[in-house]
């Protein structure tokens, strides 16, 4: 099994942050190797959402489930996709009216060694720098909401 577990302290409102990272649909806009990402469905605070992942000409996507609960948490599980496992959760802890601690964690199994192989390091890196890309574009929406 692979882990992923990163948190950060951000100047940011927490309903900047939530609905960004909740707005599956946004993500082929700002994430460099997200190709295609769509919103298959959002009924009950339960987001079924698709992203294809394009990266050193290797492609692939997944489907996951996430249910919400608004500006706290969104916990995914897998759907579809090259994994035998992939479930995990983002947290949103209202510092203050300006501040949000933000955490991911994810344990994820490729379906096969083969498989593994090839996706594992691409997939690694995109998921150990994923926090910092929705900070980053956090951070473009609250400066372009002050000027």
């Known amino acids: 099994m692979n882990y992923i577990d990163k948190s950060e302290d951000i100047n940011v409102d927490i309903s900047t942050i939530f609905t960004l990272i909740n707005n599956v649909d946004g993500y082929k806009d700002f994430l460099p190797w997200c190709k295609n990402s769509t919103i298959i469905s959002n009924i009950d605070n339960i987001i079924i959402g698709e992203i294809e992942i394009s990266k050193n000409l290797i492609n692939w996507k997944f489907k996951t489930s996430n249910s919400y609960i608004k500006d706290k948490n969104i916990k995914l599980e897998l759907v579809d996709g090259p994994f035998s496992h992939l479930n995990g959760e ?5 510092k203050d009216n300006f501040n949000t601690q933000v955490s991911l964690y994810l344990e994820y199994q490729f379906d096969n060694r083969i498989i ?4 594992k390091p691409i997939f690694s890196s995109i ?21």
């Open 90 to 94: 983002w947290n949103f802890n209202k």
């Open 116 to 119: 593994e192989m090839s996706l």
């Open 127 to 147: 998921m150990n720098s994923i926090l910092d890309s929705f900070i980053s574009e956090a951070f473009r929406i609250k400066n372009d909401k002050q000027t």
